[in-house]
């Protein structure tokens, strides 16, 4: 393939419902939706996954932007592509920005898949004819409100819930859950929230039989998390400390996590996170794929991505109307029993509501 137009989209969601987590209150969400398309016609979409501001790690939306249009366009437009993995290596000679490359290759997948007329899923070598999910529950502003919330899920059929946590939202509140939910399974996100000065407070998680804890400590730390999790039983998740494969080496072999929450905006796309996969597979390390509060093409890849069989716990990609009055993709991603089918046509497997896109569009520039 060779790509003959990159449309870049300045996007604005609005959330159902506030999400909150240790580190800000999100309610709009605006994020950059990427259109490509090859010399033959095929149109592929990809999402990015950064924020307004820099509290997940250091990319935005407007730095993502900047990248695309001063670097990465630049350096996939015209060259010819014979697989998705090629993109890794054209974008290597740039230093980290992840989620912009993961946003232009996640579309070029979507392209190689139609092309190849597959699913994305089977063209990742995913073999799941579906996926068990589970549901991220931002930060509440009472305990009461918090298992009100979780009760609901439960009846929903999510298969695991995820509770964000902070310096005093987190022992009473996972105590008062595990005693209101005792078979439930939970687990704690911390998104970095701690130091090593907090061991008593994972001590006292450990009571509560967690899947496990995320992220408790620094996001760039693999050193610390090593020392805690010598402490404590529960197992450690990485997520930010996560960026590529070689990562995911060192952590391990340090005994920094037993489980790896794999974003593909965080490790630079879909070829990346099917090497951190393939590792942990290697390496009996269970892996799981967590979610950046996507719209609906960022929610499809994720989908896909889960469909690798090392993806052995529940992701956190919810239905589409956990997030959204109205999604950009048709039909929009539904949760049944806590599973949600993967779709069997070529790419990503869901049309794009154009008229939707156009309505939530807040600005575009198309480069070719």
Known sequence: MKIKEVTVRHMQMTLKSPFTTSFGTFRTKNFLLLEVKDESGVTGWGESVAFDAPWYNEETMKTNWHMLEDFLIPAILDKEINHPDEV??????????????????????????????????????????????????????????????????????????????????????????????????FMADANSAYTLDAVDVFKQLDEFDLMMIEQPLASDDIIDHAKLQKEIKTPICLDESIHSVEDARKAVELGSTKIINIKIGRVGGLT????????????????????MLEAGIGRAHNIALTTLSGFTLPGDTAGSSRYWEKDIIVPEVVVKDGYIDVPQTAGIGYEVDMEAVEAFTAAKKKFN
């Open 88 to 185: 890794s290596a054209i974008f290597a000679p740039i230093r980290k920005n992840n989620m912009a490359k993961s946003s232009i290759e996640g579309a070029v997948w979507d392209i190689y898949a139609q092309l190849t007329n597959q699913p994305l899923a089977k063209a990742l070598g995913g073999t799941k004819d579906k996926i068990e999910v589970g549901i991220s529950i931002g930060i509440q502003n009472s305990i009461e409100e918090l298992v009100e919330l979780v009760d609901g899920y439960i009846k929903e059929g999510y298969k695991r819930m995820k509770i964000k946590i902070k310096p005093g939202w987190d022992v009473d509140v996972i105590r008062t859950l595990r005693e209101t939910f005792p078979d439930t399974p």
């Open 272 to 291: 990346e996170a099917k090497k951190i996969h393939d590792y942990c597979l290697a390496n009996n390390v269970p892996v799981w794929c967590g979610g």
